[in-house]
């Protein structure tokens, strides 16, 4: 059991090296929550990764402050939670809202590892102890600004390129890649901006040898995605779709996707997500682990996640300098010459926070003590 005797929501937000364009918007500051939950002398951390803007997900830094303050942590403070699963049982009565489940549950299981002497991919038995990934890359000025953005980042060291798509920048972009580097592992995300009317030009990108087409159709279509993988030799791949392991299951006995993206995040915790991998690892599908710009205490969760077997394509976890010039956390995350980060060593996440850092980068703070507490 954990006595949970202080919990701290700290609002962050941090400027990205370079702004990170979608189908939804433009990114210049990353938002995220920080939560610091203190439970029998121990410390755990965990991100929110809800964003300023209702872009990728309803929920935002806004709504997620506040179902945090006023629902999640009442139903917390005080009390004897057993672990992570304990947890959302107790929160089950909270329709939606993951991000900020999730960003408890990743506290919880900080906290569990670090009572327990393991680090996080011990408690998930993850069995590698680095993550072969990838680097996400925003929609672009041109085309030609493209093929150098992912020129760049390929001689950083990057083996898989992502490119944002967008209706009237799909397969100019993609052949434009495809064209000047043949060989690399290359796909597409187009996060939900596409109608099946509209599939006759992702039809033209099954010609360029993608790993995978991402979430082209509506965030609530299971079914048209169904519809639009029939008429593609491309693996479809589902992220604002899969919001739980039911949702994971109706798209696989649906063949509306051949491959699942997760993120812990948007399936509302670690617990959920590892449900997922084992599902899609029993049905035969390949998993990779999704981001969502996260800071190093998001990083060091998504790389414990993929430590897991069935996450067999290359993550949306790069570097952090990939990011931010300077982190919330005392640890960076470096790409190693093969293409892989490695995934942390220590005590339950494994990082440690620069309190100077998360000074400079908080807009806002509370903090919430049961009662007898200083
Ligand atoms: O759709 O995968 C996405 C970032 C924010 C919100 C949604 C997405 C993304 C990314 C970036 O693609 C992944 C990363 O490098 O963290
Ligand atoms: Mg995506």
Redesign the pocket.
């Known amino acids: 059991m954990m006595k949970i005797d202080h919990i701290t929501l700290t609002h962050i937000s941090m400027p990205l090296v370079s702004p990170?364009e979608?189908s939804f918007g433009r990114?210049t500051d990353r938002e995220c929550i920080l939560i610091t939950i203190q439970s029998e002398g121990l410390t755990g951390y965990g991100e929110c990764v809800a964003?300023r803007d209702p872009g990728?997900s309803y929920e935002t830094t806004g709504t997620a402050w506040h179902i945090l303050k006023d629902f999640i942590v009442p139903m917390i403070l005080g009390q004897d939670v057993k672990d992570a699963a304990d947890f959302q049982q107790r929160v089950a009565g909270i329709r939606g809202h993951h991000l900020a489940k999730a960003g408890v549950e990743m506290a919880f299981w900080d906290l569990l590892g670090k009572r327990e002497g393991k680090s996080l991919r011990e408690l998930f038995n993850g069995q590698r102890e680095k993550v072969a990934v990838g680097?996400?890359v925003g929609l672009q000025e041109s085309p030609e600004a493209l093929v150098q953005a992912v020129e760049k980042y390929l001689a950083n060291g990057y083996r898989r390129v992502?490119i944002?798509i967008k209706p009237g920048r799909d397969v100019g972009d993609a052949s434009g890649v495809r064209k000047t580097f043949p060989e690399i592992k290359l796909q597409v995300?187009a996060?939900s901006s596409y109608t099946l009317e509209a599939a006759q030009y992702l039809k033209l990108l099954d010609q360029l040898n993608l790993l995978l087409i991402?979430?082209p159709l509506f965030e609530d279509d299971i079914w048209e995605h169904h519809k639009l993988q029939q008429q593609l030799r491309t693996p479809l791949c589902l992220?604002?779709s899969i919001l739980s392991a039911r949702h994971a299951r109706y798209a696989i006995e649906m063949d509306a996707c051949r491959i699942i993206?997760i993120?812990a995040g948007r399936v509302g915790g670690l617990g959920e997500a590892i449900a997922i991998h084992d599902l899609c690892l029993e049905r035969g599908l390949p998993v990779w682990c999704?981001?969502?710009?996260?800071t190093g205490v998001g990083r060091a969760s998504n790389l414990a996640l993929a430590s897991l077997p069935n996450f067999s394509l290359p993550a949306?976890?790069?570097a952090s300098e990939?990011?931010y010039a300077q982190d919330i956390t005392n640890e960076r995350f470096v790409l190693n010459a093969d293409s892989t980060i490695d995934i942390p060593t220590g005590l339950g996440l494994g990082v440690t926070l620069d309190p100077a850092a998360v000074r400079k980068y908080s807009r806002a703070e509370i903090s919430l003590m049961t009662h007898g507490q200083a």
């Open positions: 990170f979608t990114t964003d990728y680097v996400s992502k944002k995300d996060n991402e979430q992220d604002e993206n993120k999704g981001g969502m710009l996260e949306d976890i790069s990939r990011y």
